[in-house]
């Protein structure tokens, strides 16, 4: 699912793949390259490796990554229709030595079962709006009998007709927009162009200011630079996004909750009861459409209703020759048709192990495999092509006599797309293992998607997660002495680490307090157009445009295995709790401007929450001077105790029932906004407080936050 977030990294943003219109906020928060200056900045040139490292690096061989990216982008993997790929990885990362098993889930699903959309004009002519990518001859797969159609996961069966009105980019504010300059909307049809928030949120949107339906389509003008509009040949001619291209995807109402919507809590066995699942999953249908079928629905309601500039949102009109009127327009109306078919069917996640000297201490690595298309090579394919690698690269170095200290548990979800649900419900099933035992884990989605380095992590992985970048020679680096550190710094901004938001399946773990990062590289601005979602995100895409040779994905698996290798064998975790003081601190400040933006300085009080800080601050330092003082010594025992403390502090933060009204969501300093669903809020509980008016719910999370971040100070302390 995961939209990499390589342009708005920072707090609060609207998170897209290719979002650039988004606005940045302004924040506290420091870029690494940055935060770093005093430290050792110098990048090396040729990096320094170990001759474990070098081992495990030049393993990676673009050949294999080719041949692995080829086999997933040849296979249906929609859940509950894959356990052919899934034996397949099973296979696969037994060779490299891991011990593999599928694990079975019993999911609740939906599937299309017919689709269609049509417009009735004033005059009573009638047209069918196009719902079908064609084949192309140039990309086998797109052909390939077993394709599956245009639509949404989860939206509801309906069959509606009515006047239809354009409400940007579908967020609670659009909507507040029109509702402010009277534009109907009740009864009628909501058309919105994708990006910003989660899809699903635009549908519950749409469906909490009373329209009976909803499209989506996607806009060209978060495409950047490649456009046919600017010129440029559409794929598979060239790199600009095919017009018939349709975002497929789940419409789950992800910031409420994730996984199995009719097993909230605990994991989805065959034969368990289930809850209803209308809390999180839409009660009218929604279909998403292509910027060809989209132009003339907006065209069609040029000037009438409230015009692009009354309207006065920042992301709203696009790139279509349309005016991006509001509508509705008298008498022009649409008739969605979707039937879809809900199903309870087995998923299937693939688990490899290879145990550790330390039982009690895990990192587990996660990708998921499901895909809305028999291709998929950008999402995930890319991620599991890397994966397959990385166990064949541990796998040598298990040759060469190589014992790992903590146990690596590697992991294929399934379901990820329709919200999480595979890796949710491992969570939920190894909750007291995971708690007791692991140390991080560390999330690949679209591995690759194009050149620009993504990466978000809890902020105690930041620094390890920056310096590894300087171990990895950048493709066609050699020619310039770049690392990916160089790359990621410069196409990045300046070397920001994202905040997880959620979006992928570290949202899980992050949610029982366990160090998380996901990493990956996709597209710019001047980038060929990677085809999110669509049957054109294909091999064919992939080996012409996305990543022709395969070295980007050669990179990024060097760079995970590299970052997984520290994680498993340092003697001390490389984890910098003192970090996590210094971005609490950025949040913090954020959180003040936050409030006094909504003008509530006098109703909040923050100095229990600063205090904590610094109180943890203060145990953080603690931590870390024991930790040197372990290591003088070389104790074992004292340094196992240090391990132990890194391991397990951000269990402190989770906070037992949940943030208000979402019991699943518990860190008590990140989670994904309410109405953003990609994009993460720091504070949750207060900020969100704050953002819709509930000030004593945001003065009781001030209390609350402070509390989680005192039982965090109270693991570290020595
Ligand atoms: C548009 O919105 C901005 C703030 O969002 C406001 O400052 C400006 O006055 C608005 N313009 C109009 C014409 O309403
Ligand atoms: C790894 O450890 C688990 C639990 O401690 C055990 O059940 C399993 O048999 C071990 N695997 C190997 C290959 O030793
Ligand atoms: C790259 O580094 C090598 C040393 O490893 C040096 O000989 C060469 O001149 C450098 N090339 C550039 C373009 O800086
Ligand atoms: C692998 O990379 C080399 C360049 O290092 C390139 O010449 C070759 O075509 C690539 N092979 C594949 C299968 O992509
Ligand atoms: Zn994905």
């Not at 601005?525 to 669509?534: A, C, F, G, L, Q």
Request: glycine share 10%; charged share 20%.
């Amino acid at each position: 699912m995961s939209l990499l977030q390589i342009v708005a990294l920072a707090t609060g943003v609207s998170a897209c793949a290719r979002d650039f219109l988004a606005v940045k906020r302004h924040t506290h928060r420091q870029p690494m390259s940055l935060a770093k200056r005093n430290q050792e900045e110098q990048v090396q040139w040729p990096p320094v490796l170990t001759e474990r490292e070098t081992l495990l690096a030049n393993a990676f061989d673009n050949i294999t990554i080719d041949e692995w990216s080829d086999y997933y982008g040849h296979q249906d993997k929609l859940a509950g229709r894959g356990r052919e790929a899934a034996q397949w990885t099973a296979d696969r990362w037994a060779e490299g030595g891991f011990e593999s098993r599928l694990d079975e889930y019993h999911v609740y699903l939906s599937y299309p079962v017919s689709q269609s959309l049509s417009v009735t004009y004033p005059d009573g002519r009638t047209e069918d709006v196009n719902l079908v990518e064609p084949v192309l001859e140039a990309d086998d797969v797109t052909g390939w009998e077993d394709r599956l159609p245009t639509f949404h996961g989860y939206s509801a069966s309906g069959d509606v007709s009515g006047e239809y009105f354009y409400a940007g980019q579908g967020s609670k504010e659009d909507f507040s927009r029109l509702q402010e300059l009277g534009v109907e909307m009740k009864g009628k049809i909501a058309l919105v162009r994708y990006g910003g928030l989660f899809r699903g949120l635009k549908v519950k949107n749409a469906q909490d200011f009373g329209a009976i339906g909803a499209v989506i389509f996607t806009d060209p003008g978060d495409d950047g630079e490649n456009t046919v509009a600017n010129g440029y040949e559409a794929y598979p001619d060239g790199p600009a996004r095919h017009p018939d291209s349709v975002q497929k995807g789940s419409c789950l109402f992800l910031s409420t909750r994730p996984g199995d919507p009719t097993t909230p809590g605990y994991p989805s066995k065959e034969g368990v009861p289930r809850a209803a699942v209308d809390d999180v999953t839409p009660s009218i249908p929604s279909i998403p459409v292509s910027y060809a079928a989209a132009q003339p629905l907006l065209r069609a309601l040029n000037g009438h209703g409230v015009t692009a500039d009354e309207a006065n949102r920042t992301v709203w009109a696009g790139a279509l020759d349309a005016d991006y009127s509001s509508g509705p327009a008298p008498g022009v109306t649409l008739r969605l048709d979707n039937q879809m078919d809900e199903v309870i069917a087995p998923v299937w996640n693939v688990i490899g192990t290879i145990n550790g000297t330390n039982a009690d201490e895990t990192i587990v690595i996660g990708n998921h495999r499901d895909t809305w298309m028999i291709g998929g090579n950008g999402d995930p394919n890319s991620g599991s092509a890397i994966l397959v690698e990385l166990a064949k690269a541990f796998g040598k170095l298990a040759e060469s006599g190589w014992k790992p200290k903590r146990n690596i548990v590697l992991a294929s979800w399934d379901a990820e797309e329709y919200g999480l649900i595979g890796s949710v419900e491992f969570v939920e099933e190894h909750a007291s293992w995971l708690t007791e035992t692991a140390v991080a884990y560390l999330n690949i989605d679209v591995g690759v998607s194009g050149p620009r380095l993504g990466l978000s992590a809890t902020p105690e992985l930041a620094n390890v997660a920056s310096d590894i970048f300087k171990k990895v020679i950048a493709p066609n680096g050699g020619l310039f002495n770049e690392t990916l550190y160089d790359a990621w710094v410069r196409d990045t901004s300046g070397g920001e680490v994202g905040v997880l938001g959620s979006g992928s399946d570290y949202t899980a773990f992050v949610h029982y307090g366990i160090s998380s990062l996901d990493i990956g590289a996709g597209g710019g601005p001047k980038d060929p157009v990677w085809h999110y979602h669509s049957n054109y995100d294909t091999y064919h895409w992939m080996s012409t445009f996305g990543d022709p040779g395969f070295l980007q994905h050669a990179a990024v698996g060097q760079y995970l295995a590299l970052l997984a290798l520290r994680l498993v064998d340092d003697e001390v975790l490389p984890l910098d709790v003192e970090h996590y003081a210094v971005e609490m601190r950025a949040y913090r400040d954020d959180l003040t401007d936050v409030i006094t933006e909504y003008g509530a300085e006098n109703d909040i009080d923050l100095a229990e929450l600063s205090d904590a800080i610094e109180a943890f601050a203060e145990s953080a330092a603690e931590a870390k001077a024991l930790e040197q003082y372990a290591l003088t010594l070389g104790d074992e025992e004292l340094i196992s105790v240090v391990n132990h403390k890194y391991r397990d502090f951000q269990r402190g933060f989770i906070s037992q029932g949940g943030l208000p009204d979402r019991e699943f969501y518990r860190h008590a300093i990140t989670a994904p906004g309410l109405d953003t669903g990609y994009a993460a809020v720091t504070f949750p509980g207060i900020t969100e407080g704050v953002q819709y008016d509930n000030l004593d719910i945001a003065q009781e999370w001030v209390s609350k936050t402070a509390k989680a971040i005192l039982r965090s100070a109270e693991i570290l302390k020595t």
